[in-house]
């Protein structure tokens, strides 16, 4: 990633000063050979004005012409029209009297305009060279051809192009060297994030990344450091889980193996203490019955979380039935169970009947578990705008401020030898609260004014009272 970004900055700045370098030298170039064209022309027509005569170039021409050119290496060249060579400022030339053809000459003297052209000269030198027609009466009667090198041009250009191309290797070792560095400051956060995703893949979740950098990295490592504390105590509860669970199953299994050993090891006993054991034996394996149908309920509410089976239930019936189901219980330790609905109907509620029966009949039972003998339990319904109100009512001991954030956690009790002897589990508030909230609903647990405690289950419904 660290090259990629380096190579790319390193890229893109090449090319952004290879295309400015090509105009650069295009603009400086064509600036360059247009002034010295224009220098030509401009000499080569005050030349040509001097010259009177194309026959007769006398000594004043030659002298003017000469002091025209002077300070200059630009050679001039008079010829007629017959291509033959007039006068010729080069006096170690041998070209008078001969015919000398050249581009900008021919160009001339066929279009009777002024000409340019670009050559190279036998030793590789650029040349430039302009032609101007001579005019008279009769026409073009010869023409006035300048012609010099441009060497220096051309070394000017060429010194430049050196001099942007140094400017370029600067420049890209300078932008290598910050986009390592940019490179290595973006890149050095990611690679915490990396150690420390392996350090939690190995079940280290103390371990946090670092909050610092731009803010897009910095909310990554908050949510990094936020998934480690979730696995943190995701695992913490999981040990707490198979802690539990284990100690759940250790007692009963304990009781039951102490039993059979009792049987064993008694010679000849006697068939009452047999039937008394069978029965402690049969009431352990109940406990154990009961604490793996929970368990199972609570797995299948952590799998499928979003798969409730929702239905149209008549949930005054079904708060009726419930009553019902539980009155022998009730009875059985001298409590009152009733119910005051203060609706009588209401339209059928989109619900999946059996976690809701569940979490009622678990609430119901263990109030009335805890409620001493001779007390009551009260099972209420109300409805509030697009609310229904399920509470349950007792007369029992309440439940400490303290202990109001735990009842709800799975295997907690309030008084834990007395859970073991009504048959409890710890486990029913927990699935009773999971599966209220899966139909989007709360469940709370307060102290009643006149003692006692109250659950108050709440649902959305979206219909009306009948």
């Given at each position: ?79 007629n029209g017959d291509y033959r060579v007039c006068f010729d400022t080069n006096s170690d030339s041998d070209l008078n009297g001969k015919i000398i053809v050249r581009e900008a ?362």
């Open positions: 990633m660290r090259f990629s970004m380096m190579a790319t900055y390193v890229a893109v700045i090449l090319i952004a000063l290879t295309l400015l370098s090509i105009y650069i030298l295009g603009i400086l170039s064509g600036n360059l050979y247009d002034s010295e064209k224009v220098k030509l022309f401009a000499k080569a027509n005050i030349i040509s004005d001097a010259v009177t005569s194309i026959t007769d170039i006398d000594e004043i021409t030659r002298f003017n012409i000469s002091q025209i050119l002077s300070g200059t290496d630009i050679r001039s060249i008079v010829v000459i021919t160009k001339c003297m066929t279009n009777g305009e002024q000409a340019f052209a670009v050559t190279q000269s036998r030793n590789e030198t650029n040349m430039m060279s302009v032609a101007v027609p001579l005019i008279n009466e009769s026409g073009t009667s010869g023409s006035v051809y300048l012609v010099e090198s441009i060497s220096g041009i051309d070394s000017t250009i060429s010194n430049i192009r050196r001099n942007l191309v140094l400017f370029a290797v600067i420049i890209s070792i300078l932008v290598a060297m910050l986009s390592l560095s940019l490179s290595l400051m973006t890149t050095a956060p990611i690679d915490n994030f990396i150690a420390v995703a392996k350090e939690i893949s190995k079940g280290n979740f103390n371990i946090k990344a670092k909050e610092k950098g731009c803010s897009e990295l910095v909310e990554m490592a908050k949510a990094l450091n936020y998934m480690s504390s979730e696995l943190d105590d995701f695992e913490q509860n999981r040990k707490k889980f198979v802690s539990d669970v284990s100690h759940e199953l250790k007692t009963p299994l304990a009781t039951i193996k102490l039993i059979c050993d009792s049987i064993v090891t008694t010679e000849n006993p006697a068939p009452e203490m047999i039937q008394d054991f069978l029965g402690d034996l049969s009431d352990e394996v109940d406990r154990l019955t009961r604490l793996v149908e929970r368990l199972l309920t609570l797995t299948k509410m952590d799998a499928n979380q979003n798969a409730a089976k929702l239905t149209p239930v008549d949930f005054v019936v079904m708060l009726s039935a419930i009553v019902r189901k539980l009155t022998p219980n009730a009875e059985a330790k001298n409590i009152v169970l009733y119910q005051d609905f203060s609706v009588e109907s209401l339209n059928p509620m989109m619900l999946d009947y059996d976690k809701i029966w569940e979490a009622v009949y678990n609430v119901v039972d263990n109030a009335i578990k805890y409620t001493p003998e001779g007390g009551y339990v009260k099972l209420g319904l109300e409805l509030s705008g697009n609310t229904v109100y399920v509470r349950i009512a007792d007369n029992g001991p309440g439940i400490p401020d303290e202990e109001k954030e735990h009842i709800f956690e799975r295997f907690y009790r309030l008084d834990d030898s007395r859970a073991r002897d009504t048959g409890g589990t710890g486990l029913g508030l927990a699935i009773a609260r999971e599966a209220v909230m899966l139909h989007g609903g709360t469940l709370q647990a307060e102290n009643g004014a006149d003692g006692g405690s109250v659950f108050t289950i709440a649902l959305p419904y979206t219909g009306a009272a009948a």
